[in-house]
């Protein structure tokens, strides 16, 4: 089977470094658009979708973010597998009908998260409490109906499922670069933070939080079993 093809949807307002962190951890054929300035799929003709970070909030009136959502319901109404990351799974939420909001605090650095549905193949093979890099201050405060909750910590939820949509609040893309990239831009928040979070951008945490990447693996193996019933099912 050749590798699946994905609606790569960037909302990092060009942050060059967005595509190189996906483009390594996909096994997939990306076709890129940057959703910031307006281009979305004219189709829905792919295998799977990922949508990005961004340092906008999903509950913005912009109208780049309000073509994003519909976008991204239609594709999930369609079966579309699609998988969300920071912001892309804050869109995934509102799109099927969830809420986000501003939690008044900002989480950064590296975070521990607890699964809440060891079930789930998105989150197989790791562990019940992992490492992740984290950088937010939005979350998903009421899930989409008739979704699940996948992981989660004490600034809420961290990782949900509904059907084909997964979302998931952390960085399992993010190399130590990135990490000390963003970290640096949150010039907002408290110096001592901000060292306090660089101080923790270690090899050791790095490489504990790679555990994490094999969620990308996960959701491509999903896809292509979701690709092969529909060919089954069209035969």
Known sequence: MTRPR?????????????????????????SEFDV?????????????????????SVYWD?????????????????GLPILGVCFGHQVVAQALGGTVEDMGEFELGY???????????LLSDISEEFLVFTSHGDVVTELPPGATLLA????????FRRNHAFGVQF?????????????RSKDFLPDDQIQSVLDGITAENFDAACEAKRLFDNFVIYVDRVRAESTTSAA
């Open 111 to 121: 975070s521990r998260i607890s699964k809440t549905d060891d079930g789930d193949e």
């Open 36 to 56: 910031t300035e307006g281009n979305l799929p004219a189709h829905f003709d792919y295998d799977g979708v990922v949508i990005t970070g961004s340092s906008s």
């Open 6 to 30: 994905f609606a790569f949807l960037d909302a990092s307002h060009s942050d060059s470094s967005t595509s190189r962190n996906f483009r390594r951890e996909l096994d997939a054929d990306l």
């Open 171 to 183: 960085h399992p893309e993010y190399d130590m670069d990135t990490a000390e990239k963003i970290t």
């Open 62 to 78: 912009d109208e780049w973010i309000q073509n994003l959502l519909s976008w991204v319901a239609e594709a999930d109404e369609r």
């Open 152 to 159: 989660e910590n004490e600034f809420g939820v961290h990782a």
